[in-house]
């Protein structure tokens, strides 16, 4: 059987290939020769490459390089998080001294304009740990892409967090007047101006956040957020049981069992102790010298 040779456009085609693996490789090569030592005692985290330095190593594969930036984003994320003993949400990062994700993002956006999964990180993760970062890389995203209404979202989501709420409320409703964008984003604008901080402005915001995420992290977080609101209900609801029973029997319930015909009454899953089960399936735990109802740490419904 005889070999086709390659044409030139093909073989021109895989020069361009082979050369931009090359450049990817010999930046990250560059930039892991130039980090900082682990034990370093002035700064473990100072920014090692700055972005006109990363432009002009990108060699035009922007948007590989962006990628890149990218994947160098979770894997800083994540490294922190391992570190840590305890649960934690990725939009509750203040703990971790996150100092170089904001300008690990901002290379990736900068690289490539219209990559939409970092601007949602940075919506999502950055507000607690530099919010002024988080609304400036969103907002250059909505300059370089006017017509894409989830960055409006973003936006909103950011006031949102901040109880910034006229801000948030106008951030939706100039979304809202978008090519495409669906109706929800003119209801959000009204409910901002109305009941910016109830319970049911967030179940929304995580609902639609759940529906449009990108990145299995944010839409993960979102999940469980959903949770966590409804957990919230199903505790305030709780809290009025053990307060009636306490004026009837003048005392709190030492055990779920004495609420028992209660909660079999409102259809409340229960576990075979009888505890009332959260959103996630995990037992309620009673605080009987307190009257109150505590989520597990075990559950999958975030305490904070």
Same mark, same amino acid.
């Given at each position: 059987?005889?070999?086709?040779?390659?044409?030139k456009?093909?073989?021109?085609?895989?020069?361009?290939?082979?050369?931009?693996?090359?450049?990817?490789?010999?930046l990250s090569?560059?930039i892991?020769?130039h980090?900082p030592?682990?034990?370093?005692p002035v700064?473990?985290?100072r920014?090692?490459v700055?972005?006109?330095?990363?432009?002009?190593?990108?060699?035009?594969?922007n948007?590989?390089?962006?990628?890149?930036?990218?994947?160098?984003?979770?894997?800083?994320v994540?490294?922190?998080?391992?570190?840590?003993s305890?649960?934690i949400?990725i939009?509750?990062l203040?703990p971790?001294?996150?100092?170089?994700l904001?300008?690990l993002l901002?290379?990736?956006?900068?690289?490539?304009?219209?990559?939409?999964?970092p601007?949602?990180y940075?919506?999502?993760?950055?507000?607690?740990?530099?919010?002024?970062?988080?609304?400036?890389?969103?907002k250059?995203?909505?300059a370089?892409n006017?017509?894409?209404?989830?960055?409006?979202?973003?936006?909103?989501?950011?006031?949102?967090?901040?109880?910034?709420?006229?801000?948030?409320?106008?951030?939706?409703?100039?979304g809202a007047?978008?090519?495409?964008v669906?109706?929800?984003?003119?209801?959000?604008?009204?409910?901002?101006?109305s009941?910016?901080?109830?319970?049911?402005?967030a179940?929304?915001?995580?609902?639609?956040?759940?529906?449009?995420?990108?990145?299995?992290?944010?839409?993960e977080?979102?999940?469980?957020?959903?949770?966590?609101v409804d957990?919230?209900d199903?505790r305030?609801?709780?809290?009025?049981l053990?307060e009636?029973?306490?004026?009837?029997?003048?005392?709190?319930?030492s055990?779920w069992r004495e609420?028992?015909n /209660?909660?079999?009454a409102?259809? &409340? %899953? $229960? @576990?075979?102790s009888g505890?009332p089960?959260?959103p996630?399936?995990?037992?309620?735990?009673? /605080?009987k010298?307190?009257?109150? &109802? %505590? $989520? @597990?740490w075990?559950?999958?419904v975030?305490?904070?």
């Amino acid at each position: 059987m005889k070999e086709r040779k390659l044409t030139k456009n093909e073989i021109g085609l895989l020069l361009t290939v082979i050369i931009g693996l090359v450049g990817i490789v010999g930046l990250s090569m560059w930039i892991d020769a130039h980090r900082p030592p682990a034990d370093s005692p002035v700064e473990e985290d100072r920014l090692y490459v700055n972005a006109a330095l990363v432009d002009r190593l990108a060699l035009g594969f922007n948007g590989l390089v962006a990628d890149w930036y990218w994947m160098r984003s979770l894997q800083y994320v994540g490294r922190k998080i391992l570190g840590l003993s305890e649960k934690i949400q990725i939009d509750s990062l203040t703990p971790l001294n996150l100092k170089l994700l904001a300008p690990l993002l901002d290379a990736a956006t900068s690289l490539d304009p219209q990559f939409m999964e970092p601007y949602q990180y940075a919506a999502v993760v950055l507000p607690t740990i530099d919010v002024d970062e988080a609304i400036r890389i969103t907002k250059k995203g909505i300059a370089s892409n006017p017509d894409s209404w989830r960055l409006y979202q973003h936006l909103g989501y950011i006031y949102w967090q901040q109880k910034d709420f006229k801000a948030a409320s106008e951030a939706y409703a100039t979304g809202a007047k978008l090519p495409g964008v669906p109706a929800w984003m003119e209801a959000m604008k009204g409910r901002m101006a109305s009941e910016g901080g109830s319970r049911d402005t967030a179940r929304e915001i995580y609902r639609r956040m759940y529906e449009e995420a990108g990145d299995e992290q944010v839409k993960e977080m979102a999940r469980r957020r959903l949770l966590q609101v409804d957990a919230m209900d199903e505790r305030d609801a709780l809290l009025r049981l053990m307060e009636t029973y306490k004026l009837k029997m003048g005392r709190c319930p030492s055990k779920w069992r004495e609420l028992e015909n /209660v909660l079999r009454a409102l259809r &409340v %899953k $229960v @576990d075979a102790s009888g505890a009332p089960l959260d959103p996630a399936g995990t037992a309620y735990l009673l /605080v009987k010298d307190e009257c109150d &109802v %505590k $989520v @597990d740490w075990r559950s999958e419904v975030p305490v904070k």
